[in-house]
């Protein structure tokens, strides 16, 4: 009889043990094995990044450049950037505990178009494969940015390839949107009117309305690339009257949607986080969902501020300006709220906690940074500098990175139906907030010195903070490594999990802990809103 | 009784077709005399706004957009916002921009 | 079976999922706008910063193969909404004949636009990489942005065109083997909505290809 807290009674099995073959698996249509395809492969693609920036951090241990070569740096930081942004962080939450949690938190019994969803997986191996290839075979390097013209007429790296590559992991992030958008809309279960929906599927639904109308716009940029590049056809060319900055409207038309798309998944995270570990209802619930939703359709209109030196009008530039702080406000609502929430809760100090913990304290850094410089004077100085660097490297990685563990944690008994190692993972979570302080703050002063972006070498008054930020990276990476130890450790010897661990709220938390196939037995009923948790003073912490 | 139950629907709803494709054809036909008015350069473009009816005659008359459920009129109504934002704002930039133009050089 | 309803087991009922994946085109529809709509900013700017040339290069299109390829695609639209009128009361017959007919429709305007219009434009110099381009000067650059975004924007719609005949003839092969009714037919309403659209890019484009210019 295996050491289970499933109750006598309930199905046998679950969507783990629902087939053990391989073809079981790779032509599954179930959300939740998708969500483990799509688990394994962004953690491999993690761990490329981190490589890469491993081989970055290391080159500026040293002001000449520990590499050598200008030519080798540009690659590597291209190559880290390129599999960072579109391979890890625009996909990681949504395509992980979002493929896994909507269904289950909708009470829905899949998504409403599995097949498409299983059809986003192979596109985006067939991305990332494409992708990967042209950055092995030689690399790109331009940056994750592709400017014109040295992306359509001067570089001579593998620019097409990686743009087919991105261009394809597109439609699997565009699949992705569809789906949970549809799936929001048509298949909540009865009761589950959009005010009793938790958090989490206000900000993936956000997130999903980036996904489907800035991508495409990526889509034909990349496009319009790949064209000059191979047929000398260039609406970018300067020689025939096209414009190079026409580029950087299209670009950061979806590129700035896209820093959101990252980052909004990760306030879901966190929002699901708080409530359950402050045993709290959060604290203005309308606020939190119409501040996602905001956020999603101003991001859309501040593009320009990544373009303040790059030669547009002045007065797009200080509208662009106005906009973006106009952005900041529905963010720092959250914060508000997220605080609001653990205002005389019970706080449980749990791994997930301790990331969301890190979340809203590094994600405030970083978004306060943006207001600097979202200033026109104020970017003059500090753009292409490390201070950007720093800027969104508090947010995705101090921010988004966090959430995602978190997250993984957090969800970790319902996905795999095994606890992990409590204490290991509270000593990750410290380790992984000390490096990444060390590795990026020092960078915010580099920033602020002069020191500039994407160059291989510097001045050596720079060399004791790069050396700082080098060590931070080294201990970033080794609390990186923990979890991917003791979590695949977990999988055998982990203590089995009950249905509901954390005593939360949420749908998800009333279907066994690995959820059978067909997700409910019976299709639920709901009845009150989320989070509808005792008051404090009766509050039942989890034993 | 006299009339079979199922033809006439089909064939008031042929006539309704046929209707929006002849409006296509004389709104085309507009759109076509349009473009031998004499306007300025700068205000060609307006030649686009019968083009313009014509699509939404093909969205609401073929593609049923208003009789659909709401959330595909919703999806129609979202892809005109925001087709209209990124030209828009997209086009911010070039009209308030002072550009200094260099003749134009012979390509390679 | 022709009366088979489909739904799955994610799904309440069967209007519940053929509602849904009719709204599941329209919002893939809306990605398309805004794909399409890239490329139309690529032509606000070009004319923008080069407005003679431009126009230039625009008076070099076949106004005549545009404007029939115009009339093609709009009674191609009309015909197979007609079809879906009819398999609406179950004529299938009639659907095939629909079908068939929007699907010689759609090759006779790729016809035209492959096999005669960018013909004659290669013939012509009209290809903006060429080192023999046929306008030269001081409007040369801005003819040579014009036909980056002809070529461009014909070259994507037809493909769109090609996967929309793709899909025509998968509904005529799956309306031959009787899978619609008048319960069900939704592949044939998406598969309308689709081509529709296609109409509509055509729509678009045709006036800043083939009017705008002319002047």
């Not at chain 1, 500026?60 to 960072?84: C, D, K, W």
């Not at chain 2, 019968?50 to 919703?74: C, N, Q, S, W």
């Not at chain 3, 994507?156 to 998968?170: C, E, P, R, V």
Request: proline content about 6%; aromatic content about 16%; overall charge positive.
């Amino acid at each position: 009889m295996p050491r289970t807290l499933v109750k006598a009674g309930e199905v046998e099995g679950s969507y783990l043990t629902d087939g053990f073959t391989l073809r079981s698996w790779l032509l599954t249509t179930d959300h939740k094995r998708i969500a483990i395809l799509y688990l394994a492969s962004i953690t491999v693609f993690f761990f490329i990044g981190g490589l890469a920036a491993a081989l970055v951090r290391l080159n500026l241990i040293v002001p000449q450049g520990l590499l050598g070569s200008a030519e080798a740096y540009n690659r590597l930081f291209t190559m880290h950037g390129v599999v960072m942004v579109w391979f890890f962080l625009v996909p990681a939450v949504p395509v992980t505990l979002g493929n896994f949690l909507i269904p289950l938190m909708l009470g829905a019994r899949d998504l409403a178009f599995p097949r498409l969803n299983l059809f986003s997986w192979y596109l985006f191996m067939l991305g990332g494969a494409v992708t990967l290839y042209a950055l092995f075979a030689g690399g790109v390097d331009t940056g994750w940015t592709f400017y014109t013209p040295l992306s359509t007429m001067y570089s001579k790296g593998h620019v097409v390839l990686a743009a087919v590559g991105i261009f394809i992991s597109g439609f699997s992030s565009i699949a992705t949107g569809l789906n949970f958008i549809v799936s929001i809309h048509r298949l909540r279960a009865p009761g589950l009117t959009w005010y009793r929906m938790p958090v989490f599927l206000w900000s993936l639904y956000s997130l999903s309305v980036l996904l489907v109308l800035a991508t495409p716009v990526l889509a034909i940029t990349l496009l319009l690339v790949a064209l000059e590049r191979l047929f000398h056809i260039g609406v970018f060319d300067p020689a025939i009257g096209g414009d190079p900055l026409l580029f950087q409207h299209l670009f950061w038309f979806y590129s700035h949607p896209a820093v959101y798309m990252m980052i909004l998944p990760g306030f879901g995270v966190v929002s699901e986080i708080i409530p359950t570990f402050s045993r709290k209802r959060i604290f203005g619930y309308k606020f939190i969902v119409w501040a996602s939703v905001a956020i999603a359709v101003i991001s859309f209109f501040v593009w320009g501020h990544h373009m303040f030196v790059a030669g547009t009008s002045l007065y797009s530039a200080v509208l662009f300006s106005i906009l973006s702080y106009l952005v900041a406000v529905p963010s720092a609502i959250k914060v508000f709220n997220w605080l609001g929430t653990m205002h005389k809760g019970y706080i449980i100090f749990d791994a997930p906690m301790l990331y969301a913990l890190g979340f809203i304290g590094l994600f405030t850094i970083g978004g306060l940074t943006g207001l600097w410089v979202a200033a026109l004077a104020a970017d003059v100085h500090l753009t292409q500098t490390y201070f950007i660097v720093a800027h969104f490297h508090y947010i995705m990685v101090g921010g988004m990175v966090s959430a995602f563990f978190g997250g993984l944690h957090f969800w970790w008994p319902k996905i795999t139906g095994r606890m992990y190692p409590e204490m290991w993972a509270r000593m990750a979570a410290l380790v992984m907030f000390i490096g990444f302080n060390l590795t990026f703050f020092p960078q915010f002063i580099l920033g602020y010195l002069g020191m500039p972006r994407r160059y291989f070498s510097y001045a050596p008054e720079f060399q004791v903070l790069n050396v700082l930020s080098s060590a931070g990276a080294t201990i970033l990476a080794a609390a990186y490594l923990l979890p991917l130890a003791y979590l695949l450790w977990s999988l055998f010897y982990g203590e089995r999990a009950p249905a509901n661990p954390w005593k939360a709220t949420g749908l998800e938390w009333q279907t066994p802990s690995p959820p059978p196939t067909v997700n409910f037995i019976e299709t639920p009923h709901v009845t009150q809103g989320p989070y509808h948790y005792p008051p404090p003073e009766r509050a039942q912490p989890h034993g | 009784m006299a009339h079979p139950p199922t033809a006439n629907p089909v064939a008031a709803e042929l006539w309704r077709l046929f209707r929006i494709w002849a409006a296509l054809l004389v709104l085309g036909g507009a759109e076509f005399a349009a473009s031998y008015l004499p306007l300025p350069r700068s205000l060609r473009p307006l030649v686009i706004l019968p083009g313009a009816l014509m699509v939404a005659a093909v969205a609401v008359g073929f593609m049923e957009v208003k009789r659909g459920i709401v959330l595909a009129r919703t999806f129609a109504v979202a892809a005109m916002f925001w087709l209209l934002v990124l030209l828009a704002l997209g086009s911010a930039d070039p009209l308030t921009r002072t550009d200094y133009r260099v003749p134009n050089a012979q390509v390679r | 079976m022709a009366s088979a309803v489909h739904q799955d087991f994610q799904y309440s009922s069967p209007s519940h999922q053929a509602e849904t994946a009719i709204a599941g085109m329209w919002l893939f529809l809306t990605t398309e706008v805004l794909f399409f709509g890239g490329l139309i900013l690529c032509w606000i700017y070009a004319r923008h910063w080069n407005q003679a040339g431009f126009d230039a290069g625009a008076r070099e299109t076949k106004l005549w193969i545009g404007t029939l390829n115009l009339g093609l695609l709009i009674s191609s639209s009309f015909i197979y909404t007609a079809g879906i009128a009819f398999i609406r009361v179950g004529n299938t017959r009639r659907l095939i004949q629909c079908c068939s007919l929007t699907l010689l429709l759609g090759l006779a305007f790729l016809g035209l636009k492959f096999g005669l219009e960018w013909h004659d434009d290669f013939a012509g110099h009209l290809f903006p990489a060429s080192a023999d381009f046929k306008i030269a000067g001081p409007e040369g650059g801005g003819a040579r942005l014009f036909f980056i975004f002809y070529f461009i924007s014909t070259a994507l719609h037809g493909l769109h065109m090609l996967i929309g005949i793709g899909l025509l003839i998968w509904i005529i092969r799956r309306a031959r083997r009787e899978e619609f009714s008048a319960l069900y037919h939704t592949p044939v309403q998406v598969v309308g909505l689709y081509w529709s659209f296609v109409d509509i890019v055509w729509l678009t484009l045709y006036p800043l290809i083939y009017l705008v210019g002319r002047g």
